[in-house]
């Protein structure tokens, strides 16, 4: 989905006490910023953010840190979590650079909502953010345990992606092959709402390591 | 599928040489009747036993059991693998009984294709071939390790068996969401033959315990 740009988001985001623009130096401190003892759980790619802002609502006990590269898309976020009370901080950043952001330890689940397939060409697979490269830089991540909650409208990714967790001997479970048939709790994500409304089938999948 | 009853269909499995009448007395003994120490792999519910003939004639060092209630069925693959080389027997029989036809250790691989759904009341999971129960009962016949391989037409089935194959703690492993699309090697059921004619992905997994 493309986002018309913001020459405005820049100094909205470095003026908004919600957003943390330098994710490296809380490397190590994320307890200390959120002033608390809690779970901290991720979403790489938030977009508009609201799955993880509606997800914060109803977990006050659980930190949350919405993480997006595109600062035109992450600062709409940003402002429709204005006055929410919710533990929720955004990260314009990378998935790649993870390893900088967080020591082992900090965080202990990762949301991954309708990234991009990358479908067309195999050669591009490493860049799906299930291959197991970064499956492998997510478990690094975790102390004892840590988990990746997958949702995705894209078969052949997600099938690719079960397989991808199977053979990097990640533990399955709850796979849905039609999530709103399942009738399981679900917080949609915008991009979500578009594609149900047209029927469309979504895939999810808890993957434990 | 429904097929015409074949009142011959006795008298003629009764007769040929290719057919156990009574798997009952084999148990235990398997090998004794294949004169032979390769594994043994089995299918439940063989229909007219394409896939099982064609899966034998190109794994010589396998032997194969077709497992059919119905016998009008299971004679029409006794008849198509007349003359074909291969080590291959019929069971006209149930799954329900397959704890009657094997001792532990006898079988290492269960093949099920397109069984039933039972797709309409939740009360009839229990009669699917991949509910816990019969996984349980698959499991009891392994010795060390034994395999589970699933073909599906029915996604609503498919989710509930990668569910329960998780939840009773077996391996998965090559799921596949589109079987023609991903361009695995495939040996077709006659029914799968069909609905693949019409463009309908299958559903496809393997289980280790």
Known sequence: MRTRNKPWAEDMLVNDTKVVMNPESKKGKW?????????????????KGRFIRETAKINPNINYIAIEKNKSVIVTGVINAKDVECSLVFVPGLVQNLTSYFDKGEINRIYINFCDPWENRKKWHKRRLTHHNFLNMYESLFENVGEVFLKTDNKELFEFSLNEFLNSNWCLKNISLDLLKSGADNIMTEYEQKFCDKGMPIYRCEAKK
Chains 1, 2 share one sequence.
């Not at 003892?37 to 979403?43: G, K, M, S, T, W």
């Open 31 to 47: 307890k200390q910023h959120f002033n608390n003892d809690n779970p901290i759980h991720i979403e790489v790619g938030c977009g």
